[in-house]
């Protein structure tokens, strides 16, 4: 028996009939997935598309707001919203205006308009940033701030938390095990040794990242100011004050990516908690979900930056290749929907209330768990919630991993989707956005409550 305290048995009988009622309830997924296996590989347009717990992709038809309906027809709520890039809704009414506005104006010509210049003074009131620029995915911009974090400091190791993610970042793609850094199970297609100059240490674990810094070789650690990606791993009072006064002492940076932990308020963890990182990354949500992604730095960063650019271009004859940047960068089309988000869905007054929906379900899903006795936790970070199947919230990337029990996992989500929910995939993640109402809320509570008590009904 696994953390849960649920038997295998009784999890494998719920999704036997769970896997029948998808596929009773869905003829025409069913349809358009024997045509996507002869023009798709793996009959989806992104692998992991055939990861969720649905016996077939799940086709979506269209989406509004807090809701979505697929090819079949069935309504749903949606509380995954496209795992943060849809965390404000989908196709918000400011997001939808600006696609309209900038759709006869030119979508991308490689150069800057009114709207970069505003985006970046939003940007900077917001976070508390100087300095601003655009990539296409958060992968991107992590990828981007490695190169620059490196160019400045001169050294080469990068430093990341155990269960981080941070986009397919190679230099992410690790785990600790054992107190060694090794390649992230799975990885596909790796050529390069990255444990050469990756460098991993637990969450919430002061005494190792001082030794993991010790040596002097670490140009930036890259982190999240909670661990969102393996269920959820909040920090401990003090330790990011601790990691931030660890790190300067090390000559190395702090990079903080809010991707996610953009949940918790207008300007991330960094301005709730008045954090005070060298860079910031941020994608997904940030043009209200088209691809965008912005990352902001200091100005000594800045200062910095400029030096090493004349660097590298004395070396490069001038237009050296910095091996950042994509063509599509910044393109008008997403600079407008940028412009529109910071200024109108990204408010202190959406934050508002999708926190007070949050609140209500992370309320709701700790007396759900208190009434069934189950040995469960839940964990918040603003509009972000997370249960786990292990009694108290993890401390680190390790613990929150042995609280997996993925068949469970995929079995209760699953039985949400077949009445009209859906949740993130891969672990047990839900957000709030600004048209999710306190009846929607009560909805996944009740459902949760009758999928909980159809488990515990099955002989173990
Ligand atoms: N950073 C974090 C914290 C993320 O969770 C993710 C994606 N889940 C990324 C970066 C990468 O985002 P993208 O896939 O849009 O590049």
């Known amino acids: 028996m696994s953390s849960s305290g649920i038997a295998e048995s009784a999890v494998a009988s719920l999704a036997a009939g769970e896997r029948q009622r998808f596929l009773d309830r869905h003829p025409r997924c069913a349809e358009l997935a024997a045509r996507a296996r002869h023009a798709l590989f793996g009959g989806v347009p992104m692998h992991w598309m055939s990861d969720w717990s ?19 027809g069935h309504e749903y709520i949606d509380f995954c919203l496209g795992d943060t890039g849809s965390m ?18 030119g979508l991308t010509s490689m150069l800057p308009g009114e709207d970069a210049v505003v985006c970046g003074e939003l940007l900077a009131e917001r976070f508390g940033l100087p300095y601003w620029q655009v990539t296409t995915t958060a992968t991107d911009a992590n990828r981007f701030v490695l190169r620059w974090a490196r160019a400045i400091t001169g050294r080469k190791v990068i430093l990341l938390f155990d269960g981080c993610y941070h986009g397919t970042v190679d230099e992410a793609m690790v785990r600790g095990r054992d107190g ?19 460098r991993v240490v637990p969450f919430n674990d002061l005494a190792a990242l001082e030794a993991a810094l010790a040596p002097g ?14 269920g959820m791993v909040l920090p401990e009072p003090g330790f990011l004050a601790a990691v931030r006064e660890l790190t300067r002492r090390a000559g190395t940076l702090l990079i903080l990516d809010e991707t996610h932990t953009i949940s918790t308020g207008p300007g991330g963890c960094t301005r709730a908690w008045s954090l005070e990182p060298d860079f910031l990354t941020l994608g997904k949500p940030v043009a209200g979900g088209v691809p965008c992604a912005v990352y902001g730095c200091s100005a000594a960063m800045a200062q910095a930056m400029q030096l090493a650019r004349q660097h590298a271009s004395e070396q490069g004859h001038g237009h050296g290749h910095s091996g950042m940047g994509t063509t599509l960068s910044a393109n008008a089309l997403a600079m407008h929907c940028m412009r529109a988000s910071l200024e109108r869905v990204m408010t202190p007054a959406a934050y508002a209330h999708m926190l007070a929906m949050a609140a209500r379900l992370a309320a709701g899903l700790r007396a759900l768990l208190a009434r069934h006795a189950l040995p469960w936790s839940v964990n918040e970070l ?21 609280a997996f029990h993925d068949s469970l996992q995929q079995a209760l989500h699953l039985y949400l989707i077949n009445r009209g929910i859906l949740i993130t995939p891969f672990h047990n993640m839900t957000l ?15 459902v949760l409550d009758e999928a909980l008590s159809a488990l515990l009904a099955i002989p173990g």
């Open 54 to 72: 649905t016996p077939l992709p799940l086709f979506v038809e269209r989406a509004q707001g807090a809701r979505f309906v697929d090819v079949d």
């Open 88 to 105: 404000f809704g989908h196709s918000p009414a400011p997001i939808a205006q600006a696609l309209r506005e900038q759709a006869g104006n």
């Open 180 to 198: 060694r850094t090794v390649h992230r199970p799975g990885l596909i297609g790796q050529a390069r040794n990255l444990t050469q100059h990756s």
């Open 217 to 230: 070789d670490v140009a930036a650690l890259l982190c999240e100011p909670a661990l969102t990606n393996i």
């Open 382 to 402: 603003g509009a972000r919630c997370e249960f786990q199947f292990c009694a108290t919230p993890p401390q680190n990337g390790a613990e929150a991993e042995a």
């Open 432 to 446: 709030c956005c600004p048209d999710t109402s306190a009846a929607d809320v009560d909805r996944l509570l009740a």
